[in-house]
């Protein structure tokens, strides 16, 4: 294996009959998030996702920090608390100032594209806290938290384009720049931002990339032959993957345009039209709640084609490339779906289809591929989200891993955000054996699974 991160998947990947990994974790007292003494600002229901911000498994693992520009609160950099109360009703949350100008002005510079992320009215920074998963998914903490962090992502993007404004993901950061100037422990990683602008400003009209992922920074410029990590100080193996996808010399990134999707062999079924435009679909993102997460098997009920085509053709109302993750593959298994032949298909968005790849799947065997298979049983249809990791690599870096997961946590909120509006029953399966799955359901051997997303009637 030529890159660190094709390793890394291949041992947190469940298989059957293997010894549990033994994870070394380092040492780390629980850092201390009360934020004593720090000013804080009352959060109303309008002003964040009223979905929420999403956790993995109620585990709530991810932090975001907020650099605020121009706007109705002092200048500043702050902590999102969602434990924060007030007396006043409909608050939800606050804000807690935790840095002023001098440490706006440090982040700021760890970006590639300074200006732009100076000029940022909202930068939001998502952080991967793995103390709280690394006791629930050990080495499988670090891709989980980076789905979550991918999924938080779209909770902000999603709400921040319903009230009007442009979204853009900056992939390309000095992890440890941001590190510093967020006075985050070893514990806590930097993963994922947003630039969110008015829908008026000129500097996000006349933006490059013209939207969300168009391109993704690699750091291939700065890798070198032996992986970059001191084993002694990282000892768990999800920290030197974190580690080897570091940018650390932004002269050194290399900016990188995802490829263009193109059609596929196989026999091709045109989705039919959304129930809801993009504005309708945005409108209705307010209706929302955060939804408490339970695993609790399916019941035996069928989905409508309308409502099966509406769930994937939503994904690209927020932007299905987020963070410029082009080379993620959607593959979608039909069990249970009005019209569909039950199957596995490739999803190839710029042409609203499906393209069948291989026939009907026994749902006996597909259950048993899970962990609990119980929760797998009368999916109505399920989406796998594939990469080939060493032409991901080969591409954007050992970056591309970062790249991926944050793109499947989009997805991941996406369907699942779908789901609600159409009372369906979406769930970020976590724990299958993915060599199994795949071959049952004739994936490459060159894709690995990165995700998989089940939908039904709970």
């Known amino acids: 294996m030529r890159f660190f991160s094709e390793n890394y998947h291949r041992s947190i990947s ?60 002092p200048d500043g950099v702050y902590a999102y608390d969602a434990a924060g109360r007030s007396k006043v009703p409909d608050v939800v949350g606050q804000l807690v100032r935790i840095g002023g100008r001098d440490e706006m002005k440090k982040i700021v510079a760890a970006f590639p594209d300074k200006d732009f992320a100076e000029e940022a009215p909202l930068l939001y920074i998502f952080t ?54 967020l006075g985050l422990p070893s514990t806590e990683i930097p993963l994922a931002a947003l630039a969110v602008f008015p829908e008026y400003s000129e500097l996000a009209f006349d933006s490059v990339d013209g939207g969300v992922g168009e391109t993704a ?31 650390t010399d932004l002269t050194k990134c290399i900016r990188i345009r995802r490829l263009a ?20 679909y945005l409108s209705k993102l307010e209706d929302l709640a955060e939804p408490f997460k339970m695993f609790a098997p399916y019941r035996k009920v069928g989905i409508d084609l309308d ?11 927020g932007q299905i490339n987020l963070f410029g993750a082009g080379l993620l593959k959607i593959w979608v298994i039909s069990f249970d779906v009005m019209f569909v032949f039950p199957g596995v298909y ?34 109505a249809f399920a989406l796998l989200l594939t990469a080939d990791l060493n032409e991901s690599c080969n591409l954007l870096g050992e970056r591309a891993y970062r790249y991926m997961n944050l793109n499947a946590g989009y997805l991941a909120e996406s369907m699942n955000i779908s789901g609600q509006m159409l009372r369906k029953t979406t769930r970020n399966e976590r724990f299958f054996y993915h060599d199994e799955l795949r071959k049952l359901c004739d994936i490459p051997e060159t894709e690995s699974i990165i995700a998989e997303i089940l939908v039904g009637k709970a």
């Not at 289809?353 to 999916?379: D, R, W, Y």
């Open 14 to 73: 469940f298989a059957r009959k293997e010894k549990p990994i033994d994870l070394c974790w380092e040492s780390q007292k629980n850092p201390d998030r009360r934020y004593k003494g720090c000013n804080r600002i009352d959060m109303h229901r309008d002003e964040i996702p009223t979905f929420g911000y999403v956790s993995g498994d109620n585990l709530k693992p991810v932090g975001v920090y907020v650099v605020i520009h121009g706007r109705h609160v």
């Open 128 to 181: 991967g806290l793995l103390e709280r998963a690394v006791w629930h998914y050990r080495e499988a903490a670090y891709a989980q938290v980076m789905q979550d962090a991918g999924s938080c992502a779209a909770s902000v993007m999603l709400h921040s384009k319903s009230k009007g404004a442009k979204v853009f993901a900056l992939s390309g950061f000095v992890d440890d720049e941001i590190a510093v100037a």
């Open 217 to 247: 920074y690699s750091n291939r410029g700065e890798m070198e032959p032996d992986v970059g990590y001191d084993a002694s100080r990282y000892a768990a193996m999800f920290m030197r993957q974190n580690r080897v996808e570091n940018i």
């Open 261 to 280: 999707a193109q059609a596929l062999p196989g026999e091709e079924f045109p989705l039919t039209p959304a129930k809801f435009d993009a504005p309708t």
């Open 307 to 317: 409502d099966f085509s509406s769930m994937l053709r939503w994904l690209e109302v």
């Open 346 to 379: 490739r999803y190839v968005p710029v042409r609203k289809s499906i393209f069948m790849q291989s026939g009907i799947l026994n749902v006996k065997k597909f259950a048993k591929c899970h962990m609990v298979p119980e929760e797998a049983e009368n999916t």
